[in-house]
Structures are given as C-alpha cells and as structure tokens.
C-alpha cells in the first residue's frame, strides 16, 4: 500500500491500519443501524488487506480491496473477498509470510463465521505460527470496529481477532497507552455456518 509503513512492528502497523481502514468510505455505519436499518446496509462497505511480514523484517499492508461476495444483496450481509496472496514485486511470492487478514466491520460486531471459515482456510494455506526476528506471530483475522457517530471522522476503538491457531476469539479496546485485552471465549462450531464462544476456566 503506497504511503503505508513500512513498519518495524505489527502493533505499530495495526495502530495504523486501523484509523486508516476505518477512514474509507461507508466504512463505519452503525450509527444508522437504529435510525435506518436498510439504508445502513446499503450505506457499509467492508475493505480488506493483508498485513505481512518481509524478507527485510518489516510489517507491509497490501493494498486494500472492497470486492463484497455475489450474494451480499441476498444474504443481507455485507463481505470483502480477499485474496489468498499478495502480489509485491520486490520478493518472490514465497518469500512473504502472511500475518493478519485486515479488514473492518461496519457495525463494529465480532468476526462472522465466514470470516472465521476464511481465517482456517487461509492458516492452511499458509502457516499457522509465523516465525519473525523478534517473537513467533500466530496467523488472525483482524476486524477493526468504530463505536462513533460521526462517520466523517470515525475513531478507532479497537478489533477483533480470531486466531487459528488456538481458536481463541479476542477483543482489544482502545487504551490509553495501546490496547487492553480481553478474551471472549473459543470457538465451537455448531454447524457450518453458526459458532459458539465456550469460555475459558479461570484458573
């Protein structure tokens, strides 16, 4: 993405793509969700990125897309189809490790079990655990939310984050110095396309 990062980190990189992914068009429409329920819909769109990691050791963002899935209209559900690879001419394509699967949701609701389908599918196609210079990064779908009014100029309250791996679901809220964790539960298929958050024991 020209003009995005790179970035040293991938929490100096979602810090980013989060006010940057929320600013786009229709990209936060809850505010009309109660007042206008259709008009909300027609009014969201979803983008979606990648957010991967480089033979240099630097977090880079593809560029993003809003490309929604056919049956959006029907389903009355609004999507972003990302591709499964990035194309960036500067590395060969297996050179690149994929981290996050960024997008928003513009009602600022948990990740939905198609994006959770999406999330396994894709930590199949590429690894689970990403090894970096400095920590192992463990491959999420990352849905960025906006509790604001004023779609103009939405803030960045924070993101879900579903991970694989562990098929734990998170929700990190905006803090005064980053982000403060919680984890809501993992997940349990119910069927193929309804899940449940069975929460953790506190020990």
Not at 34 to 60: G, V
Not at 174 to 199: P, Q, S
């Amino acid at each position: 993405m020209p003009g995005f990062g790179p970035f040293h980190s991938f929490s100096e990189a979602l810090q980013a793509a989060c006010p940057f992914i929320l600013s786009k068009p229709n990209a936060v429409a809850g505010h009309l969700r109660d007042r206008d329920p259709r008009l909300a819909f027609r009014a969201s769109t979803e983008y979606c990125a990648w957010l991967y990691y480089t033979p240099d050791h630097l977090y880079e963002m593809s560029m993003l897309t809003d490309q929604s899935a056919p049956d959006d209209l029907v389903s009355g559900k609004r999507s972003c189809i990302l591709p499964a690879v990035v194309a960036d001419a500067r590395y060969a394509p297996g050179e690149l490790k994929y981290i996050f699967a960024l997008h928003n949701h513009p009602f600022g609701g948990p990740p939905s079990p198609g994006d959770l389908r999406f999330t396994d599918e894709m930590a199949r196609m590429h690894a689970w655990a990403i090894e970096t210079r400095d920590s192992k990064v463990l491959l999420s779908i990352i849905a960025f939310f906006s509790m604001s009014g004023d779609a103009e100029n939405p803030t960045c309250d924070g993101f879900y984050q579903y991970v694989p791996a562990t098929r734990d679901m998170l929700k990190w809220a905006r803090a005064d110095k980053g982000w403060t964790r919680e984890t809501l539960g993992t997940v349990t298929w119910i069927n193929t396309t309804t899940y449940r958050l069975d929460k953790k024991p506190r020990r």
